[in-house]
């Protein structure tokens, strides 16, 4: 009896002791704010979220939320790494970068792979085509069709899944796919509304987006696998942004005066479940 009573507190003792080495090892927030600096990767080509303004920054609605949120966290540098979204899951893998912060969606193939914190953003995709053209109005138009979208995004991996009948043309420039439509060179882009809208009004494209929305998306922070001290501090900062009105704010900022943010970030949650 004794001997069993030792072996099972050996055994508790040497679980308890794993459990403390595998906490103690995540350092993974500690370590950011002892470099005062944390990396953040985004394209800086797909407004609104992220693209170069007039004063040749970064900018957009994930630049500022990230900004706000490396605040919250008590980092006081960011620095903005220009990547594509093909790039973004190995560039955390390889820890080129500590977040990626640019209308990320969670899906199940990215989150084997890396972790996501809370959704801060949603958005909508629509199908783009030629002001011209009469003949496409929803998803079963699409068929025998060509159809942009950018690489890597969920956009891309959607229309593989769903539009088998399509000849599908990624794109690792989110601007030249839209160029490409006023071009003729393809039928149609999958974009998301915010996206697909400023590329149409900087560039005086001849576009237009039809259809009711083909799905929405949601959007979040995406950091490596078992930095979970990162990530809890991340939740909580996106939480409370959404709680005192930061989120609206910048939304309303960034998309238009008129987007509900929060409210469709509750309504794609209700959706994914």
């Known amino acids: 009896m004794k001997t069993q009573l030792r072996?099972?507190?050996?055994?508790?003792?040497?679980?308890?002791?794993?459990?403390?080495?595998a906490f103690a090892a995540d350092n993974s927030l500690a370590d950011i704010r002892a470099k005062g600096e944390i990396r953040i990767a985004n394209t800086q080509a797909s407004p609104p979220w992220s693209f170069i303004n007039d004063r040749d920054q970064p900018d957009g609605y994930d630049v500022a939320m990230a900004k706000e949120v490396a605040k919250r966290i008590g980092i006081a540098r960011v620095t903005f790494i220009a990547d594509t979204f093909k790039n973004f899951v190995e560039g955390l893998k390889t820890?080129?970068?500590?977040?990626?912060?640019?209308?990320?969606?969670?899906?199940?193939e990215r989150e084997k792979q890396v972790d996501f914190s809370e959704p801060y953003g949603v958005e909508e995709f629509r199908i783009y085509v030629l002001n011209s053209n009469e003949d496409i109005h929803q998803q079963s138009d699409l068929d025998g069709k060509k159809v942009g979208a950018t690489a890597g995004t969920t956009n891309e991996s959607w229309s593989r899944e769903h539009l088998t009948k399509s000849d599908i043309l990624a794109y690792d420039n989110g601007g030249l796919v839209f160029n490409d439509l006023a071009?003729?060179?393809?039928?149609?882009?999958?974009?998301s509304y915010f996206g697909g809208e400023r590329?149409?009004?900087?560039?005086?494209?001849?576009?237009k987006a039809?259809?009711?929305?083909?799905?929405?998306?949601?959007?979040?922070?995406?950091?490596?696998?078992?930095?979970?001290?990162?990530k809890a501090a991340i939740d909580q900062a996106i939480q409370a942004m959404i709680a005192d009105g930061t989120v609206s704010k910048l939304s309303q900022k960034y998309i238009g005066p008129d987007?509900?943010?929060?409210?469709?970030?509750?309504?794609?949650?209700?959706?994914?479940?």
């Open 210 to 230: 039809v259809g009711q929305p083909l799905t929405y998306q949601l959007s979040a922070a995406a950091l490596p696998k078992g930095h979970d001290s990162l």
């Open 259 to 273: 987007y509900q943010m929060v409210a469709d970030i509750v309504k794609a949650k209700a959706e994914v479940k």
């Open 199 to 207: 590329y149409k009004k900087a560039n005086n494209l001849p576009i």
């Open 7 to 21: 072996f099972m507190a050996l055994t508790l003792s040497a679980v308890l002791s794993l459990s403390s080495v």
């Open 95 to 108: 820890d080129k970068y500590d977040l990626v912060m640019n209308d990320l969606t969670p899906t199940p």
């Open 183 to 191: 071009n003729g060179r393809i039928d149609v882009v999958i974009s």
